[in-house]
Structures are given as structure tokens and as C-alpha cells.
Nanobody
């Protein structure tokens, strides 16, 4: 499985961005997908995840501002980010987990939120 993330950029605080992640390969093996982020000097952390059945999970700091979704037919993963804050600045990575528990990572996309 290969993952290609896109959609990052520079935005002012309060603005919005939509990240996309296109998956290719043995798609039928994908179960859970998610977005992680790594801020400068910090460890990577889970932002949001979604199962193949549509169950979502969010870290508290983005609850109500970010929305994760997936298009199983097109094998795409999305993260709609609204009301962005400077503390959301990070490199965002998409991740897919196979039904066997193997993790696949996309390259990062940089999100910068200016105050």
C-alpha cells in the first residue's frame, strides 16, 4: 500500500485547510486510517482516525474543529481542518493499517498556521 498526502500550506489563524491522502496498492487490506502530526521538536501524535466502518476518533485538542473522512470507493482519506490555531502547525502524516496490523505511512505535508 502506498499513501500520497497533499493539501498542506500556509494559512492564517481561524482559516481552513483540507488534507487529502490517496491510497494505492492492495486496498482491500486496509482497515483503520488516520492522520498524525509532528510539531517542531515534538513527537508525532495521533490527530484523528477512522475505521473502515466509519467510526471516528479525535484527539481532544481538535475535537469540533477537524473532521476526518474517507472515501472507500476512491481509496482516499481526508482531514478537514477549520478554525486553525498556531498550535496546529506541524507536519501531517497519513497512516493506513492493514487487517493484519501492518502500518503504512505517507510522506508528510506541512501545515503552517500564522497568528
Amino acid at each position: 500500500v502506498q499513501l500520497q498526502a497533499s493539501g498542506g500550506g500556509l494559512v492564517q489563524a481561524g482559516g481552513s485547510l483540507r488534507l487529502s491522502c490517496a491510497a494505492s496498492g492492495r486496498i482491500s487490506r486496509i482497515n483503520r486510517m488516520g492522520w498524525f502530526r509532528q510539531a517542531p521538536g515534538k513527537q508525532s501524535k495521533l490527530v484523528a482516525s477512522i475505521t473502515s466502518g466509519g467510526t471516528t476518533n479525535y484527539v481532544d485538542s481538535v475535537m469540533g474543529r477537524f473532521t476526518i473522512s474517507r472515501d472507500n470507493a476512491m481509496n482516499n482519506l481526508y482531514l478537514q481542518m477549520d478554525s486553525l490555531k498556531p498550535e496546529d502547525t506541524a507536519v501531517y502524516y497519513c497512516r493506513a493499517e492493514s487487517i493484519a496490523g501492518v502500518a503504512y505511512w505517507g510522506q508528510g505535508t506541512l501545515v503552517t498556521v500564522s497568528s
